[in-house]
């Protein structure tokens, strides 16, 4: 058996701490009352191509057993918003509307792996879609969960940052520029080439140098609020859509404003994101303190994703990377490991004649909700406790001969009286 | 976009009732002490394909902008356990013998589709393993959990059925069978096709009539203990084996009776278990009171399936079919499906000016973990009510002009005074 490369597979404590990251991430979504979807794995290809997605990143699927001359229709999904429209589509008259909804599961991308970066790796999404119109507090809605949602898991400091796909095809189209795809496309890549590069390749691709200078000058902008945004006049430029993006933006920010922590989510004008899908908002987020991290969480409005049906339905969402974050914190050791076991209390066993004590005490404890496991061993008591230890498991219970019991902590090295039907945590 | 044959994908008050069962299945689990755990979905074929299984069953996974001469050495697994012992083997310095984890995940396998079968499918796994020695008791202790954990869910009385590889292949041997392995096979497709089919069958491949009438015979006997095992005597087979086996079954059973619910587990002396990887204890279940549907949960123990290393590591476990368990459940209307949304609070909204006020109620409801979701609309209360009815919310959220608030129980009828920071649901 050999290990394959580029695959996230995440030793006993680590998965431990990856189960509690997804726990808070849903309990979160569910308490704003996001419901759950799991969808297929496999979509048509021709679902996952009309995307604009290029065909190197999709992993066929195919029956080994069949014609090798027959070529596969199914790919793996390369992420959770596609297979959420198609389902939508699919499910439009059965679901009701504004539909919200969370989805952490796997994808798959034919990625060269590197830190961060998975051939599978599992996605934490909430999007939520209306039929006909979706006002543009949703955005606010699910940006504002996302940032709550991040400042509650276990993780450094994360920072939101949020733009407009309008705000930067109207400045754009302010400074005269025609190729708006290929503008958005270089300056995306800003934070990780430089200022200079870019400017270098937005000349190269016909800008004028003040143009250049325009569209990075337009990225430095920083602002928390609408009132702020209105820096963005001091360029002088002037469209339609650019007023209609900065509206929209600074709507966005107020409305997150409102119940954000100060700073926890701001304007990002830099921020452009791949799919081209994207409409209005998007969204990219920073740690705060380890900028050299890429964005763990993403995404923005799709007003034109669900299309069949005769009314549209527009959509917004995030997703968390939920194994680059984790890949990141590992390795970067922003998080502590420390138990192998999820049990709160470990049974020490007097001998084998007596496990079956043990093991009732462990049945009452389950009883009361309290994770119990019962010692693989009769040994002596000091290589019981050093099994919990390396277990991680906090408390070592002792049933005693005389029907009494004890309870360690082991954190604590505290030891005292206990009885399993009424002990608590 | 087209819907593919095969594929399990719930509507969303499905979806919800799905996350409910996952949800107590991890959590029974983990009151027991085992750890979560998510392995890759793609392993090298040799693997998948060492254990026995055709590659009719396989599917290959292939990067689309591959050399098509380049045959991938890539396949989706069609089962947890197989991922399980190649993780162990790979990570066996790092992890804590005896090692309990609980995996649900999705599983692949290219079978014709049918009511119960998927090509894509959730499995809820638990197994134990450990380094050198795996006591029987360990086999009890996971027959006994998932017999708790299926009692804990909301779906009719299911049955666990045990039997021993063993016992039945020292009944065989003691009756002068040599094709082993043949038998097996027929013998368990008894609830199948039949007692009359099976017997011509297993004279077909050779056994005399008594020989047959003998292996059918044994399949009858019941057995709920070591006691009522010993009427397998009244067929005079003698074989060492045969003897291993009635004692490892009955220790099991025993050992299971202690804490189980009386009747919940019982020897299945027809159970053979289609994988060959196992060695010992074959384990399937039945519904009570629903014959018709097959095994929903099922596994064994593998003396020899992890064999890397100097030692030898040990398991056993069961795997509960989620995907397989709800396609019954929601044909034979079995439960109850009839929410949307998680949400317990839906938060009316007077008009869009005092928006804010209800978003204010909605985050101090969520301050103190309780799900709330705020009206997208502001017309008439009657039509929003009827929004929060069709989402299957409860309770619906009335802030008043004077700052008084008044919440409605549309189960109960009820409408009483609250205060957002204090109400209880």
Redesign the interface.
Known sequence: ????KG??????EQ??L??EIIDNIRHSF?????????????E??E?LLNQGET??E????????ADSDTPSD???HYDLTVPFA??V???RG???F????YQIQ?A?R?ERPQMGRF??F?QADADVV?EGDL?L?FDAEVILMFSQVLSSLSVPKIKILVNNRKLLEGFYLGLGIENIVGVLRIVDKLPKIGEEEVARLLQESGLSSQQAQNCIGLTKIEAKDSAELKNISKFGVSHDMLDLGVRELGEVLDRVN??AESGSVVAGLHIARGFDYYTGTVVESAFVDHPEVGSVCSGGRYDNLIS?GSKPIPGVGLSIGVSRLLAYCFHLDLIETNR????QVFIVVNSEEE??DS?KVA?LL?DR?????VS?SSAAYGKQIK?AE??G?ENVWFPNSDGSHEVKNLETREQIKADPTSWLL
Chains 1, 2 share one sequence.
């Not at 999709?58 to 057993?65: D, F, N, T």
């Not at 909700?369 to 496991?373: E, K, R």
């Open positions: 058996m050999a290990s394959i695959f996230a597979e995440w030793l006993p998965q431990i990856q189960q569910e308490l704003n009352g996001y419901a759950p979807l799991l969808t297929r794995s496999i048509l290809l679902d065909d190197k999709i992993y066929g699927v195919q029956r080994l057993s199914w790919g793996l198609r389902y589509s699919e499910n059965k679901i009701v504004p539909y919200r909804r796997q798959w034919g051939r599978e599992i209306n006002d507090r409102l119940f069949t192998q076991s999820p049990a496990r079956t093991e049945a389950r909700d309290i994770s119990a496991v693989d099994l390396r277990l498991i």
